[in-house]
């Protein structure tokens, strides 16, 4: 059972669009949520990460939105560039354990 | 400063064998974490080692372990390979064990034939 949800699984968008991406979690020790870019042939990289005690945060182009009551958040990628064509993956780490779960990953394509 | 290095970065075993698998952390990190990742089941958390001693394991069989040396630089080791072992590894650092931003390397492809 996947404990960190994602969707969708791939994702186009044209050059210049908004590149929204979902996850859902059941873990309520879940206190830290933060979202890496994966490029081919390389590791994941820290984009973005967001507290429980924060619905919103925004650095340049990329905006963590965080619904603590849905048990949802999302990445928004505004004005998308081919360069941001990577596999994002969302993360949540439980309290408790400190174990870093992961969603699945979404395959973003920006069109040029 | 450079980045977090993994050695091999790919390696053709084939089912029975044993492998070991090499890390060296970002300098100053000292907490390190092993991850599998494969498409069906994405990344999944094996184990973190700070301070020479294994701090925290996921769900894996043990034939995955590890161990870390003084200087922070981490080895893991999957004895009896299985087919399904193929995945890539990753090795992330942090500075400590409360840091809660991993740095990682770019990975071991492993492929069990």
């Known amino acids: 059972q996947q404990q960190v949800k994602q969707s969708p699984q791939s994702l186009i968008v044209q050059k210049g669009g908004i590149s929204i991406i979902n996850c859902a979690y059941e873990?309520?020790?879940?206190?830290?949520f933060p979202w890496y870019q994966q490029f081919p042939g390389k590791g994941p990289a820290l984009l973005i990460a967001?507290?429980?005690d924060v619905s919103e945060k925004k650095e340049g182009r990329f905006t963590i939105s965080f619904n603590k009551s849905a048990k949802q958040f999302s990445l928004h990628i505004m004005d998308s560039q081919p360069g941001d064509s990577a596999t994002y993956f969302c993360a949540a780490k439980d309290g408790n354990n400190r174990k870093l779960i992961w969603g699945l990953g979404t395959s973003l394509a920006v069109n040029p | 400063k450079a980045g977090v290095t993994q050695t091999p970065r790919y390696l053709i075993k084939t089912r029975g064998q044993q492998v070991t698998l090499s890390c060296s952390p970002i300098?100053?990190?000292?907490?390190v974490s092993w991850y599998q990742q494969t498409p069906g089941q994405g990344l999944q958390f094996l184990f973190e080692?700070?301070?020479?001693?294994?701090?925290n394991k996921g769900n894996f069989p043990g034939r995955f372990s590890g161990r870390q040396f003084s200087n922070s630089r981490s080895e893991m080791n999957v004895s009896t390979l299985e087919l399904g072992d193929s995945a890539l590894y990753l090795c992330a650092s942090s500075l400590g064990l409360a840091d809660n931003e991993q740095f990682f390397g770019p990975g071991t492809r492993l492929t069990v034939l």
């Open positions: 300098s100053g990190h000292r907490s």
């Open positions: 873990n309520t020790a879940f206190d830290y």
């Open positions: 080692y700070f301070s020479e001693t294994q701090r």
């Open positions: 967001i507290r429980p």
